[in-house]
């Protein structure tokens, strides 16, 4: 069994920064893939940004790219989102996830969820 926790979110202004951390216990990473996806009230859940634990490789949502990095933390066992230049669309609930093996874009593909934290840009 995997527990992940959420920290960081909050309410910024539009071109902003906030940085999301997520933190595994359970197990160690090993050749596990960690996602963050958020859901907007009345949206479905979407991907945002996903990392292989191993090579530290990843993929982003086109939303995202450029604005948004996802990482290793220092701490062992969290991954971080460091998310600039903000916009009100950027306003959701945002998870992260965990599944065994290769990175995924699909929230299916994932087996343990965190509870979520909220980020909310204003204009």
């Known amino acids: 069994q995997v527990h992940l926790v959420e920290f960081g979110g909050g309410l910024v202004q539009a071109g902003g920064s906030l940085r999301l951390s997520c933190k595994a216990s359970?197990?160690?990473?090993?050749?596990?893939?960690m996602g963050w996806f958020r859901q907007a009230p009345g949206k479905e859940r979407e991907f945002v940004a996903a990392?292989?634990?191993?090579?530290?490789?990843?993929n982003y949502a086109d939303s995202v790219e450029g604005r948004f990095t996802i990482s290793r933390g220092y701490v062992k066992n969290t991954i971080n989102l460091q998310m600039n230049n903000l916009k009100p669309e950027d306003t959701a609930v945002y998870y992260c996830?965990?599944?065994?093996?290769?990175?995924?874009?699909?929230?299916?593909?994932?087996?343990?969820w965190g509870q979520g934290t909220q980020v909310s840009v204003s204009s």
């Open positions: 996830a965990t599944r065994q093996g290769s990175r995924s874009i699909v929230a299916r593909d994932y087996d343990y």
């Open positions: 359970g197990r160690t990473f090993g050749s596990y893939s």
């Open positions: 990392i292989t634990w191993s090579d530290e490789g990843t």
